[in-house]
């Protein structure tokens, strides 16, 4: 059974596409949020170790935090959060703070 990808491509300052893979999405105090990392096709070699088709190197997955607001009806926009609030979500999503979250919206996704 294929997994669907939840991708979204930002363009930075010079024009180019980034193109990012939604980890998933979790609140605090009242805001969505989403983790991403960097998305690179299965045949594409893994930027930290240089195999092709590496799954789970720890070097590869660095994880951004966004702040999720939806603009109109079925359109949201990712804002990046500051350094510290950050920071401060990644040692809670590392200390498992989330996992009932992460946990509900897997049993959600279950036939």
């Known amino acids: 059974m294929d997994e669907e990808l939840d991708l979204v491509v930002f363009e930075d300052d010079q024009g180019n596409q980034i193109t990012m893979e939604v980890i998933d999405y979790f609140f605090y ?7 991403l ?27 951004v935090i966004m702040r999720v607001v939806p603009v109109g009806d079925d359109e949201e ?16 999503i590392e200390s498992g703070a989330f996992d009932d979250d992460f946990e509900e919206e897997d049993d959600d996704e279950q036939p």
């Open 77 to 92: 926009e990712f804002v990046p959060v500051d350094e510290e609030l950050a920071s401060r979500l990644i040692e809670m």
């Open 37 to 63: 990392t960097d998305y690179q096709e299965d045949d594409d070699t893994c930027d930290a170790c240089e195999k092709a088709d590496c799954e789970g190197c720890p070097e590869q997955e660095e994880i």
């Open 29 to 35: 105090e009242g805001n969505e949020y989403a983790m």
